[in-house]
């Protein structure tokens, strides 16, 4: 089952701004090179498992696997470090990717 078959989607935005919606408490933290690419080979290792992942208005993520399962996740994206990377990740690799905005569900786009 598609996210669109349940949901309408008015159109796309981009991954930046949905990074910049969240603004941490306090200074983001920076990763290593080793980390980031850690994190973004979680996001390509999710575009494998996930038939979509969806992000809240507070960023934080979640989505239902192919199996049929779902995953939810505590992570806020632009919030947690690292977290955009494992997004950039999954929309590189093909899985859709979806944001709740103020008018409601879009697409996000790199």
Same mark, same amino acid.
């Given at each position: 089952m598609s996210f669109e078959s349940n949901h309408t989607v008015v159109g796309d935005v981009a991954l930046e701004?949905?990074? &910049? +919606?969240?603004? =941490?408490? @306090?200074? &983001?933290?920076?990763?290593? =090179?080793?980390? %980031? !690419?850690a994190n973004y080979a &979680? /996001?390509?290792?999710?575009?494998?498992?996930?038939?979509?992942?969806?992000?809240a208005v #507070? #960023?934080? @993520? /979640? /989505? %239902?696997?192919? !199996?049929g399962g779902s995953?939810?996740?505590?992570e806020a994206i632009g919030y947690h470090a690292g977290?955009? +990377?494992m997004i950039l990740g999954a929309i590189e690799s093909g899985c859709a990717?979806?944001?709740y905005c103020d008018d409601g569900w879009r &697409?996000?786009?790199?």
């Open positions: 701004t949905i990074v &910049r +919606r969240r603004k =941490p408490v @306090w200074g &983001r933290l920076e990763l290593s =090179p080793l980390e %980031r !690419d &979680r /996001g390509v290792n999710y575009a494998g498992e996930m038939e979509y992942i969806a992000i #507070n #960023n934080v @993520w /979640g /989505g %239902r696997a192919k !199996d995953v939810t996740s505590y977290a955009d +990377r990717v979806f944001a &697409r996000v786009t790199l």
